[in-house]
Structures are given as structure tokens and as C-alpha cells.
């Protein structure tokens, strides 16, 4: 009786233990199925979306100045100086004007200041480049041998060599002056040296890959990084 009654409870215990282990089973093959669904993609006519993490790195520079565009010109300046008698005196009378004329070419440098310690913002394959304003760098450089001078006194004038030497004296600020109607333009081409610069850095120091799908965006004071960037705004490795 007491051997009947032990083996009773051996297959009691026996039948728990096993279905114990079945609902262990099952749940694992749920949390199992749950976990791999929740990573792959399923197969169906709806796009799937992704969330990237947002990642931070500091680009070590020497700082100092990266020059970015040298845009060409030929610029004109002009120097008149009128010139009437006293009509206090006399009538006022015409004396005449001195005109001097330079013509020479122009090289236009613009830069950016470099931060020792530049932080870049990369998402997935893209990289956001906050860089500084493009500046004109000063003094503006001209081509002396290109310079082409003219200068003519008044009818009752003798002053064209004096004028024409204010007026050789007033390029270094006159220029200055001009340099920044050619701003636009040097941040145009600017963003992708900007962006060539940060790219070198990235394939040696940070394994960035290469080939189309990843880009960098350079983005200067006061713009907004664009939702779908276009070609002006991008760079392939």
C-alpha cells in the first residue's frame, strides 16, 4: 500500500515538473519570437521607420584660419576731385575737375575660423558641420602688374599726380569695402572645402564610410539643417 501511494506521488510530482518546464518553454519561445520580430522589419506594403541615435564627436584642430574661396575680379576705382572759385569773391566759376582712374586685378581670399575642439553631430551616415561665417580675408591681394593707370587734371587744374596718389592710397580700404559683395558666393563654394576637410578627418580617425549614402552637411550661422538635403549641401566619400 505504502509502495502504491509512492508511486502515486513520483508521477504526480513528475506531471507538475513537466508541465512547469512546457509553460518555462513557451514563454521563452514568445520572448524569443517578441525579440527578433521587434528587430526585423516585417514583410508588408508599409514603410518601416527607423530612429538613429544621435552621436557627438570632437574634431581636434590646430585653430587659427581654413581658407575655403579665392574669387577673381577686375575692379575699377575713380578719384574726382571738382574745384569752383570762391563765389564770394566771383561768380561761381568752373575750374575744372581732376579725374584719376585705376584698374587692376583682384584676388578676393575668404576663410573661416577653425575651433580647436569642433563638434560635429553624426546621424546614421549623415554628418552636420556647424562651421563659422565665411570672412574676407584682409588685406585684399592685387596684381601689380596688372595695375592700369589714368589720370587728368581739370582745364585749370594741376593736381593729377596728387589725386591719382590719394587714390592709389585708398585701394587697401576700398577693397576691403567690395570684399564682402563676393561673400555669398565664397560660402557657395566654401561648403563643400568645409565639407572635404571634415570628410578626411572622418575616414582616418573615426572609420567613416565611403560611398554615396554617406554625406556631409556643412551649415553656417543662422541656417537650418535641411530635412532632405540637396547635392549643394552634400558630399560623397
Known amino acids: 500500500m505504502n509502495a502504491r501511494k509512492l508511486l502515486t506521488g513520483i508521477a504526480i510530482t513528475a506531471a507538475v515538473v513537466l508541465l512547469v518546464g512546457v509553460v518555462l518553454a513557451g514563454v521563452v519561445a514568445w520572448t524569443g519570437y517578441r525579440f527578433v520580430a521587434d528587430r526585423v522589419p516585417q514583410i508588408s506594403g508599409q514603410p518601416q521607420t527607423r530612429a538613429f ?26 578719384r574726382k576731385d571738382p574745384r569752383f572759385l570762391d563765389p564770394k569773391v566771383f561768380d561761381k566759376i568752373d575750374l575744372g575737375t581732376t579725374v584719376s582712374r585705376i584698374r587692376v586685378d583682384v584676388a578676393y581670399r575668404f576663410h573661416i575660423k577653425l575651433e580647436k575642439a569642433w563638434k560635429l553631430e553624426i546621424r546614421d551616415k549623415t554628418c552636420i558641420v556647424r562651421a563659422a561665417a565665411v570672412e574676407p580675408t584682409l588685406p585684399v591681394a592685387f596684381d601689380t602688374a596688372t595695375l592700369e593707370k589714368d589720370t587728368r587734371s581739370g582745364w585749370a587744374r594741376f593736381n593729377k599726380a596728387e ?58 550661422p543662422g541656417e537650418q539643417v535641411p530635412s532632405a538635403p540637396t547635392d549643394a549641401h552634400r558630399i560623397a566619400n
Open 163 to 220: 589725386n591719382l596718389d590719394a587714390l592709389e592710397r585708398s585701394l587697401t580700404q576700398q577693397l576691403a569695402e567690395r570684399a564682402p559683395k563676393y561673400q555669398s558666393v565664397a560660402a557657395d563654394t566654401g561648403r563643400a572645402v568645409v565639407a572635404r576637410f571634415v570628410t578626411d578627418w572622418l575616414l582616418k580617425e573615426q572609420r567613416w564610410g565611403s560611398g554615396p549614402d554617406y554625406q556631409v552637411i556643412v551649415v553656417y
Open 53 to 78: 541615435a544621435e552621436q557627438v564627436v570632437v574634431m581636434p584642430t590646430s585653430g587659427g584660419q581654413l581658407e575655403v574661396a579665392s574669387v577673381k575680379a577686375t575692379e575699377v576705382f575713380e
